[in-house]
């Protein structure tokens, strides 16, 4: 079953399925770009027997056919787990150490153990978990893409919540991704609490 004419989004589950693994978890993150906020992961395990058409990548979707997607997948999961790492852990381990780290607490607290993790990108270091990291994984894989959705969703409704407590950073509109309105913003007033210090030295020049 194709989700669309290019991509089969189910190949690499169904050649792990044959080989005999049973719970197949994917896990992806949101937010390692923006400048203020937590990097968000997200761990989930499909049920094979009940795939949701219209999955794929989060970047590829609209945000209000991500939300439709979102409670679709949490509805038809067998496990899901979302965390998040914040804006003062990521200065002080980086952004790819607090990314792995999100990741695998996510992974960590599913309430079943995976036979095998499919990771976007590169390898967890120190997971207890077989996983195969797989490059642009949210395009290739279907338990990846879901949660790709997972993560984009939780990320962006924790920013649009936490927005009313900074009004002036507008928070709302560019989810702290560095769009011209915001770098103008904080050239104004300066960081906040949730803004990530290590990503503005380039911007604010200390």
Sequence with gaps: ???SEDENY?????????????????????????LAGPVFAAAVV????RIIEGVRDSKKLTPKKREKLFDEIIKESI????????SKIIDEININNATFLAMKNAIENLKIEPDIVLVDGYEIPNL???QWAIIKGDR?????ACASILAKVSRDRYIVEISSKYPLYKFEKH???????????LQ????????RISFLKNILFF
Aim: charged share 30%; hydrophobic share 30%; net charge negative.
């Design 188 to 195: 104004k007033y300066g960081p906040c609490e949730i803004h």
């Design 175 to 185: 989810k702290g991704y560095g769009t011209k309105e915001h770098i103008e913003i």
């Design 46 to 49: 499909m049920d094979r027997k």
């Design 140 to 144: 290739k894989s279907y338990s990846i």
């Design 10 to 34: 189910f190949e690499i589950e169904e050649k792990l399925l044959n080989e005999g693994y049973r719970f197949i978890c994917g896990v992806d993150e949101a937010g390692r770009g923006p």
């Design 128 to 130: 207890s978990f077989n």
């Design 1 to 3: 079953m194709r989700l």
């Design 79 to 86: 496990a899901y787990s979302v965390a998040m790492v914040d």
